[in-house]
């Protein structure tokens, strides 16, 4: 396994706080949005507002009910119980041995349901046959004192036991299990942070919509397939958080899959009443227009359709004149990756972090890359590495990043893993203005911290920190173990703290250095996103005593 001991140079990240609000403009223009009967409902809270003339809208013009809601809305947002499955690798294997023990409880189940059914089957065949001949003649049927006998029997006690094997519920078993399993279910805010992955993966690896749908990764063969109804959830997951580029990209692909005859639960309707909105959104007014006329078409009793066509119609007119154009139909070519422009965010740097995740970053010249070297490493006669170098090698000039390789064995990792992993729990950042630690969007993953105390390996690692760098681990902070789940992620940030408030700066003094150690890797190193499942991060602080030799 390899390593990296690199200085900080990242740039700041900075959580951004969205605040959408209703307001009022033009009483005689309406429309609503989809999943709505009437009225407006506001993409951020998914609220209904009574008065059709309300509009979701960015104008200084806002009514203070709504600006109330908003924010109640986004504080009662902060105080929920964060679902955090979906940002650990190591807690989602969990549940792929979970659903395979329940596919076993479900065969069992079947089985128990099939035997219930061929007994009431053999009953019900034997009676047929037994009917057919006591009703042919039952005088002379019941004159043979046996059978008499065996009619009495049966309607006193056989009926009454086909009848007990009828109310058996063999699903007893098979509910009970999925009951206990339940509670360790991802909820409705995992699989909207599952979502959400895919599309940062989307975005920074610049994959369209097919792509994930029909499984064609760079670097990834898989069998891994989006369906239509797949495809629609993801674009009303990203509908519901207002982010409509994604909502469109992900309808298009719904609605081509749809249109190429796979099957589907949706309908085409709910697809163009999404698609069209989410265009509108996106500020392509005759887009929106040709949509919309689709969805009329397709149901002209739509409950929004007619009345959206209308609106946007009329903006289209009240836009043409205002800017004295004629106006012009929609292009045909289908809206794919590259229609639309992203959206700005809250990063500065994302275009370039996103660059630098598809490789695509700054290049080594050759005179630059004639420095680097690659040599063994003892430590400055380090006793314990005399015998034993590291094997080190230059990744980068300036800043200085080195690699070493094969720093952890797969034993000691495999001990590193086991002891984290019942430790893991969301990562958290300090807000910058409360220095309270708290969950960020922009930190996805799990970690867990390891003292020497806890085990030899423990105590063995720092002590090779200390041998490779020549610091002391004294006062450097705990071995801490991360672990990404889909998508994980931790956006460009300062490794060591900006913050007058951080209590251990007076003592320790601040992080100057982190000692990353790669403990899983991708499993294609061709692959595009390469998914490094478990870091070890070490941070070692300034106040340190430096351990070399005087000579």
Not at 379 to 402: F, Y
């Amino acid at each position: 396994m390899s390593l990296r001991l690199y200085w900080k140079h990242y740039g700041p990240s900075v959580l951004r706080e969205v605040l959408y609000v209703a307001a009022t403009e033009n009483p005689s223009l309406s429309y609503s949005q989809p999943g709505v009967p009437s009225g407006v409902r506001t993409a951020s809270s998914g609220g209904t507002v009574s008065d059709p003339r309300l509009k979701v809208i960015g104008r200084d013009r806002m009514r203070k009910s709504c600006i109330l809601w908003a924010v109640l809305w986004w504080c009662c947002s902060c105080w929920t119980t964060q679902a955090e499955i979906f940002t650990s690798i190591s807690q989602m294997t969990d549940l792929i041995y979970t659903e395979k023990e329940l596919v076993q409880s479900l065969r069992e189940y079947i089985k128990a349901e099939e035997s219930k059914l061929a007994a009431v089957k053999s009953w019900a065949n034997k009676l047929d046959d037994l009917t057919k001949v006591s009703t042919s003649d039952p005088e002379g049927y019941l004159g043979h004192p046996v059978n008499a006998y065996k009619l009495m029997k049966r309607l006193n006690t056989e009926w009454t036991e086909l009848e007990s094997l009828v109310l058996q519920n063999p699903s007893d078993g098979f509910i009970s299990n999925i009951s206990t399993h339940r509670q360790y279910f991802p909820d409705e805010e995992d699989a909207t942070g599952a979502a959400k992955a895919l599309m940062r993966l989307q975005d920074t690896y610049q994959l369209d919509s097919e792509a994930f749908s029909r499984g064609k990764l760079p670097g990834v063969h898989s069998d891994a397939f989006l369906s239509v109804d797949d495809c629609y959830d993801m674009g009303k997951t990203a509908y519901n958080e207002a982010d409509y580029y994604h909502a469109v990209l992900w309808m298009q692909q719904a609605l081509k899959q749809l249109d190429a005859a796979e099957e589907a639960v949706v309908s085409k309707a709910d697809i163009l009443d999404y698609l069209s909105y989410s265009v509108y959104q996106m500020g392509d007014l005759p887009r929106a227009i040709e949509l919309t006329r689709r969805l009329v078409a397709i149901d002209s009793s739509h409950q929004r359709a007619g009345g959206n066509l209308r609106y946007f119609e009329k903006l289209l007119f009240k836009q043409l004149n205002e800017m004295n154009q004629a106006y012009e139909p929609p292009s045909e070519e289908p809206i794919q990756l590259g229609t639309y422009s992203r959206p700005k965010d809250h990063l500065p740097e994302r275009e370039t972090y996103e660059a630098l995740c598809r490789g695509e970053g700054q290049k080594m010249n050759e005179a630059r890359r004639s420095r680097l070297f690659c040599r063994y490493q003892d430590g400055q006669m380090n006793p314990r590495l005399l015998l034993k170098p590291m094997k080190e090698e230059d990744e980068w000039d300036s800043p200085h990043i080195v690699r070493y390789l094969n720093i952890l064995s797969d034993e000691e990792i495999g001990k590193i893993k086991e002891l984290a992993k019942p430790r893991l729990a969301r990562a958290t950042v300090r807000d910058p203005k409360t220095g309270v630690l708290t969950t960020a969007n922009y930190r996805v993953s799990k970690s867990a911290w390891l003292e020497a105390e806890d085990d030899p390996v423990i105590a063995r690692v720092n002590q090779r920190i200390e041998d490779i760098t020549g610091l002391t681990v004294d006062t450097a902070e705990l071995l801490q173990v991360a672990n990404y789940g889909v998508g994980g992620q931790y956006e460009p940030h300062y490794d060591f703290s900006r913050r007058p408030f951080d209590s251990n700066l007076k003592v320790d003094g601040n992080r100057l250095a982190t000692f990353l150690n790669y403990v899983s890797i991708c499993v294609s190193e061709r692959a595009v996103f390469s998914l490094c499942i478990f870091t070890l991060e070490f941070y070692l602080c300034r106040k340190m005593s430096l351990m070399l030799s005087k000579d």
